[in-house]
Structures are given as structure tokens and as C-alpha cells.
């Protein structure tokens, strides 16, 4: 029988009653998450067609085991721990929520994360040319990016002088985008209105004091935490006529209007590379960070028609993405 933690059953994930151990171990490579498993799907299959593109088949060549702490971050240690314990060839850490305890739990098993940020600083890596650790993936977080998201506020909302931020500062993503998105607010001379969710259950109240403090446009920070709430966000904003801007296209699928940023769907499916190079012996240490270099412009329709909202042709016409 093989060995995992829970699998894949048509569109859900689901745990089995007990784990199984093969007699002779196959190759395991085991997923810590820290939203949702919901979220979590499209981007397992992206790694799942990312390895398969590299001749390696789940349940043929390795198995997989997965560990997600649903959105409550608090849990993330203790499944670190626990996947440790399990002794997989590679983890792959979700995101940087995750890379960070997984590296506390272990100096010695690779870890590939397909969205770092500040990793540096993080003490995750010693450079992104040279990690030197047992830290390596994808830094999805481009300079610059938070600011292009600001420059769009103008063009969804011309007149827009008071925008509320969203954000999620306790995920170590976070903290940088509201720095540079502040510091462009200044040079654009607008006013920022902050509202800051670490729980699932604080979202409402959140949305609530960005709508009472009359902001214009709300721009959504890239966190774990908040992707995983993306359908709630996308409702929420829809019904106190709040205008929003993402970084990751998944917020404007699940009913979001307007996102600018990297493909995180690319980023999962890239992540293959680095595991693949390290199941061939080469070192985490050795394999330098990468940089997604395209950027993707997505918009959705229905909810420009909820929220009264013109957009311009030639905007549509710059789109990679719309949805009607």
C-alpha cells in the first residue's frame, strides 16, 4: 500500500482513516500549507503536472504527504514537526508562512518554497544566488509590484484619493507590500487607511473599517491567510461597494475585480524543477532562487458591472485575463 497522508479524490482532499507505510519507502515528498485545502488544489495539481512533465508520476515514482493548517497559521509549527518526523526526501513549503517553521523544524531535509519573499532577511537563505542552506524555490514577490498595483488605483478610479489597504502582518509577505504600497501613496499624495486581519474571523470587521472610513479602492495584500479568503473578500467587497486590486489572479476568479501580479499557478508547477534537480542529488544550497519574469493583468467583468464600475477599453485590451 502506499504511503500517504491524505489524497486526492476527484475535487476534494481527504484524509483516510490511518497511514499507511510501504515496506521499502518510496521517494516522499511532503506538503505543508498553511491555508486551506480548498485553496491549496489547483496549485497541487500545477506541482502535481510540473513533475509529471519531468517523467515523475504520483503513486508511481514518489508518493505524496500533506499537512495544512486551514488558515490558522498558530498550527504551522507543530505540522512542521510533524512532517519532519515523517523523514520526506523533499518538503515543499507552500508558501513563506510555511517555509519559515519548516526550517526551524529541519536544517538537514530540502526545502523547495514556490513563493518566498524576504528570504533573505528571513535567514532562510544566505542570497538568492547562492541559498546555502537547505532552503531553495521561487521568490514571486517583485520589487516594484506593490506600487504597480497603486498606479492602478488611478485608472479604476480616477478621482480615488483615500485607499484602504488590507493587510495580513503577521505572514512575513506582508510587511513589505505595505511598505512600498505606502510609500507610493505618499508620492502619489493619497491617504491609506489600514485594516489588518491574522484570523479568518476578523475579515468582516476589517471590510467593515475600510467601508467606514470612505476609502475609494481597497488594494488586497499577497498573504496566505487571505487568498484563502478570497470568495469572502470578493462578497464582501461587492456588497459595501468597495473597488479592489490583488496581486494573485485567484482573488478575481473567486469574484474580486482587478489583479496584477504573478502567475502562482506557473510558480507551483516551476517548484518541479527544483525538486526533481534534488532528488538527483543535487543541494538545495546550490540551486538559486528564481524570479517570475511575467506578469499577469486580470479583470472580471460581472463584478466591474456590480460595483458600477467603467473600465476603460484600452484596459481591457492590456488584460491576460477576462472574466465574464
Not at 486526492?8 to 506538503?31: D, M
Not at 518526523?85 to 530540502?110: E, F
Not at 467603467?310 to 492590456?318: A, C, G, Q, T
Request: proline share 7%; charged share 20%.
Amino acid at each position: 500500500m502506499r504511503r500517504r497522508d491524505f489524497i486526492l479524490l476527484g475535487s476534494a482532499l481527504v484524509w483516510p482513516l490511518a497511514a499507511q507505510a510501504s515496506p521499502e519507502r518510496p521517494t516522499l515528498v511532503a506538503w505543508l500549507s498553511g491555508g486551506t485545502t480548498q485553496i491549496a488544489q489547483p496549485f497541487v495539481a500545477s506541482f502535481l503536472d510540473g513533475m509529471r512533465e519531468f517523467g515523475y508520476v504520483e503513486g508511481r515514482d514518489f508518493d505524496m504527504a500533506y499537512r495544512s493548517a486551514e488558515g490558522v497559521l498558530d498550527r504551522l509549527p507543530a505540522l512542521a514537526e510533524e512532517i519532519v518526523r515523517l523523514k520526506p526526501d523533499v518538503i515543499l513549503a507552500a508558501a513563506v508562512s510555511s517555509a519559515v517553521p519548516a526550517r526551524k523544524a529541519t536544517s538537514a531535509i530540502p526545502i523547495v518554497c514556490p513563493a518566498l519573499a524576504d528570504a533573505v532577511h528571513l535567514g532562510l537563505v544566505a542570497s538568492e544566488a547562492r541559498p546555502g542552506g537547505n532552503v531553495t524555490g521561487i521568490e514571486p514577490y517583485v520589487a516594484g509590484l506593490p506600487a504597480k498595483q497603486m498606479e492602478l488605483v488611478r485608472e479604476v478610479a480616477p478621482g480615488a484619493q483615500r485607499v484602504g489597504l488590507l493587510t495580513n502582518l503577521r505572514d512575513p509577505k506582508a510587511p513589505p507590500q505595505a511598505q512600498e504600497l505606502e510609500a507610493t501613496a505618499k508620492v502619489l499624495e493619497m491617504t491609506i487607511a489600514t485594516a489588518d486581519v491574522n484570523r479568518s474571523e476578523e475579515i468582516d470587521g476589517a471590510m467593515q473599517a475600510l467601508a467606514s472610513q470612505y476609502v475609494d479602492v481597497v488594494i488586497v495584500l499577497q498573504t496566505t491567510l487571505l487568498l484563502s479568503l478570497s470568495r469572502r473578500i470578493a462578497e464582501l467587497a461587492v456588497a459595501k461597494r468597495l473597488p479592489t486590486i490583488y496581486g494573485y489572479r485567484e482573488h478575481v476568479a473567486a469574484g474580486g475585480l482587478i489583479s496584477y501580479g504573478v502567475d502562482l499557478r506557473w510558480c507551483y508547477r516551476r517548484s518541479a524543477y527544483f525538486v526533481v534537480k534534488i532528488l538527483h542529488g543535487t543541494p538545495p544550497g546550490d540551486l538559486p532562487v528564481e524570479f517570475p519574469s511575467k506578469m499577469l493583468l486580470s479583470v472580471n467583468l460581472k463584478t466591474a458591472k456590480a460595483l458600477a464600475v467603467k473600465i476603460p477599453e484600452v484596459f481591457l485590451l492590456r488584460a491576460d485575463e477576462v472574466i465574464e
